[in-house]
C-alpha cells in the first residue's frame, strides 16, 4: 500500500534561519508531488507541485523553493525563513491526472 | 477559485441531526470533485469523490451530490456525531489537469 511521509510534525525557527522540510512516498512510482501551506484557520494554499524528477512548478511567489531530486521525494526549502512562513506546511501525492490526493501529516513551522 | 485568506464559514449542527455543507465550482469543465475531512493539526483525509457522469453516491454515513447544471456539489452527513467535527473542504480537477482546486472550507461544529 502507499505510504506518505513528512517530518518533522513541528519545527520553531528563528527569522532568518534556513528551512527544510522533506516528504517521501512509498509504493508508487510517478506520483505528482504538491506542497501546500494552510494559515490557522485559513484554506489550503497551493506553493509547488511536481510531476516528475526535477520538474517543479510554482503557484505563488514567495521566499520558498522546491526540489524533487528522486522520483518519490520532494523537499521544500527556503534559504531565509521570514516571519510570515509559518504556518501548516503540508504534503500530499497523488496518480497523474487521476483521483485525489493523499494528504501527508504536515509540518507546524513557527517562526520567531 | 481558492480563497485561502478567508476565515472559514462555520456550519453548527445538533448531534444526531444531519450536515449538509455545500460547495460552488466554476469550471464547467470539471469532471472530478472530492470531499475532504481535516480535523485540527492533521492532514486533510478523503471522504468520498464523484466523477461527472453520476449525480450522487453514498458511502458509511455520507453522500455527496453533484449538480452540475448550477456548478454545485454538497456533502451531506447523516446523524452527525462530535467525530465528525472538523474543517471540510470540496476539490475538484477540470479534465486533464494535473491539480486540484480546493474550495475555501467549512468548519463543522456539533452542539450536544
Known amino acids: 500500500s502507499q505510504t506518505i511521509h513528512q517530518w518533522p510534525a513541528t519545527l520553531v525557527q528563528p527569522v532568518g534561519s534556513p528551512l527544510s522540510l522533506e516528504c517521501t512516498v512509498e509504493?508508487?512510482?510517478?506520483?505528482?508531488l504538491y506542497w501546500y501551506r494552510q494559515a490557522a484557520g485559513r484554506g489550503l494554499q497551493l506553493l509547488f507541485y511536481?510531476?516528475?524528477?526535477?520538474?517543479i512548478s510554482s503557484e505563488v511567489p514567495q521566499n520558498l523553493s522546491a526540489s524533487r531530486p528522486q522520483d518519490r521525494q520532494f523537499i521544500l526549502s527556503s534559504k531565509k525563513l521570514l516571519l510570515s512562513d509559518s504556518g501548516f506546511y503540508l504534503c500530499a501525492w497523488s496518480v497523474r491526472r487521476e483521483g485525489g490526493y493523499t494528504f501527508g501529516s504536515g509540518t507546524r513551522l513557527t517562526v520567531v | 477559485g481558492e480563497s485561502v485568506g478567508l476565515h472559514l464559514p462555520t456550519l453548527s449542527v445538533q448531534e444526531g441531526d444531519n450536515s449538509i455543507i455545500n460547495c460552488a465550482y466554476s469550471n464547467s469543465a470539471s469532471d472530478y470533485f472530492i470531499w475532504y475531512k481535516q480535523e485540527s493539526g492533521k492532514g486533510p483525509q478523503f471522504i468520498i469523490d464523484?466523477?461527472?457522469?453520476?449525480d450522487k453516491r453514498q458511502g458509511q454515513r455520507v453522500t455527496v451530490l453533484l449538480n452540475k447544471t448550477v456548478k454545485h456539489l454538497s456533502l451531506q452527513i447523516a446523524a452527525t456525531q462530535p467525530g465528525d467535527s472538523a474543517v471540510y473542504f470540496c476539490a475538484d480537477r477540470f479534465q486533464g489537469a494535473q491539480k486540484l482546486v480546493f474550495g475555501q472550507g467549512t468548519r463543522l461544529t456539533i452542539n450536544p
Open positions: 511536481s510531476v516528475g524528477i526535477g520538474q
Open positions: 509504493g508508487t512510482s510517478n506520483p505528482n
Open positions: 464523484i466523477r461527472s457522469n453520476m
